[in-house]
């Protein structure tokens, strides 16, 4: 069985010589850089099957890096998780708006990172679900393709964003609390993490354009999806 394999871009020695080692000891097929702009480049060049990238690095910052990966269609699917000690909320939503698919605040236990690790790439090599494709109100969802249409026309999105929606339509005329998406789409259930939910809603909302008004509010309760 080919192992997995995951880029580590993070300018700190003893941080990133400890996340090799675990990653390796974990069965991780494991490349690792200090500098954003060779990050970026091993990226492009080893198609990783996910990134953890620090936000502070010499070169090129992780805001930067994320940016160029997620707008370069070779990319563009390869899942990140932000890796920073900045803690802020701006900062997070900033990660995520860039399409981040998680966010994790130094200091943190490895045994965290890992299963966040696995459960981003659950939700970016899933299995498709009962039914083959998914059809609602103009929108087109292929779930062995991993694609979205609208009128015919594709839909770029993140792994986060078409399980976000899969769930949503799946699951409609439900309402989906936002801890009932993170145990979902996520894959767990940290406190304090609903804001995820919300960002990566209205990054989804922008991406559907004319079709974003099915994805209603319920205040107060989360999301569904509009029948």
């Known amino acids: 069985m080919t192992k997995e394999s995951v880029l580590i871009v993070e300018d700190e020695e003893d941080i990133l010589n400890l996340l090799q080692f675990n990653f390796e000891s974990a069965g991780f097929d494991v490349h690792v850089t200090g500098d954003g ?44 998780i932000m890796l920073t000690a900045r803690g802020e909320e701006v900062d997070r939503i900033v990660g995520l708006e860039l399409g981040a698919d998680d966010y994790v605040v130094k200091p943190f ?7 966040r690790a696995r459960a981003v790439l659950r939700r970016s090599t899933g299995q498709p679900a009962e039914r083959a494709t998914m059809e609602r109100e103009g929108l087109s969802i292929d779930l062995e393709a991993h694609k979205v249409f609208i009128e015919g026309q594709e839909v770029g999105l993140t792994a986060t964003e078409f399980k976000l929606l899969s769930e949503l339509i799946r699951t409609s005329p439900r309402v989906r609390t936002r801890d009932q998406l993170l145990t979902s789409v996520w894959g767990y259930e940290f406190e304090g993490y609903a804001r995820t939910v919300d960002t990566h809603v209205r990054r989804l909302r922008q991406k559907l354009g004319d079709h974003a008004a099915l994805i209603e509010t319920v205040r107060g309760v989360g999301y569904r999806f509009k029948e």
């Open 37 to 80: 702009r060779e990050g970026l480049a091993m990226a492009r060049r080893l198609r990783p099957d996910i990134v953890l990238l620090d936000l502070m690095l010499p070169g090129m910052d992780g805001f930067d890096v994320c940016k160029a990966l997620k707008r370069d269609a070779e990319t563009a699917q390869i899942p990140v």
């Open 109 to 115: 236990s490895f045994r965290e990172l890992l299963l």
